[in-house]
């Protein structure tokens, strides 16, 4: 009987529901010919599926949100309070320290509003030619948010509304043994420099320049919905513009950026780990 490889991602419990003869690399498993049309029946129907939120808490330092990623669930933490930061950081240390293999990787996304921004609405009692609310230019706007990602672990920091930031993240931020990754993230850097905060990090790679597709060939030109399809086996996860170009400097965030924000850091931390960049 003929055996050939499919590479499914989230599906390890489908995948012993059928059989499984090896299992090779990251999620990649060696599969009886039989059992291939089972797979990829299971990874279409999971593809239809799409990242979904839900509030599990609010406080007046922080909120808590969970994060559904096509049956792999984790926790998105968004605050402007410095003790909270410092907990994420410290919690995220001490359990990379006593339960990962290899050195720490962390999945780093940074958001701002968009030069010239004006919102889509104008308020009661506004004549079209005053000043839409929160409508403001800026030419060089420095970064709102910053999102980091380890493991199941995401924190959303509110930099436009932070008072300070704790010496914990700056120290978080420059670990020489820790890798930094993002997408299509050459501004990140200058942007979280030039914040009111003057953030510096340490070499913030590019996941783009490091996955390959199936056939080997490198993916610097594709898009993230690209990459996630090819390299995780799901369709449609997109970073919209609408989003990204939304006010990021709001004091509430909606759920949709709060989501668009997390799944950027997550699954650049989820591709980091599997290319293994420690290597580089």
């Known amino acids: 009987m003929v055996e050939k490889k499919v590479e499914v991602v989230g599906l390890e419990k489908e995948v012993e529901m059928v059989g499984v003869v090896e299992v090779v690399g990251h999620y990649t498993y060696t599969l009886e010919n039989d059992n291939k049309k089972k797979i990829l029946a299971l990874a279409t129907r999971r593809s239809s599926m799409a990242p979904t939120i839900r509030t599990v808490a609010t406080y007046n330092t922080h909120q808590e949100h969970t994060v559904d990623f096509f049956g792999n669930e984790f926790t998105v933490t968004v605050t402007r309070s410095t003790s909270v930061i410092t907990r994420w950081i410290n919690n995220v240390q001490y359990y990379n320290h006593y339960s990962s293999s290899h050195p720490l990787v962390v999945g780093v996304g940074v958001q701002w509003t968009p030069a010239g921004y004006h919102p889509i609405y104008l308020c009661d009692n506004c004549y079209y030619a005053d000043p839409s ?5 800026n030419a060089d706007p420095e970064a709102d948010t910053l999102q980091l990602c380890v493991g199941t672990r995401c924190l959303v ?14 120290s978080f931020l ?6 930094y990754v993002g997408f299509w993230n050459g501004q990140d850097a200058g942007k979280l420099a030039r914040s009111r905060h003057g953030l510096e990090i340490g070499e913030l790679l590019d996941l783009r320049n490091y996955v390959q597709d199936s056939g080997g060939f490198g993916m610097s030109r594709c898009s993230f919905e690209e990459m996630v ?19 990021w400097s709001a004091y ?21 780990v599997w290319v293994r960049l420690w290597e580089y």
Do not use: K, N
């Open 133 to 137: 609310p929160g409508s403001y230019y």
């Open 157 to 170: 920091i509110q930099l436009s509304h932070c008072d300070d930031v704790p010496d914990e993240l700056r």
């Open 252 to 272: 509430e965030l909606d759920h949709e950026q709060i989501l668009q924000a997390s799944v950027d850091a997550y699954v650049c931390f989820e591709l980091g």
């Open 229 to 247: 399809e090819e390299c995780m086996g799901y369709q449609g996860v997109r970073l919209d513009r609408g989003i990204s170009m939304s006010d």
């Open 174 to 179: 420059t670990d020489p043994r820790t890798v």
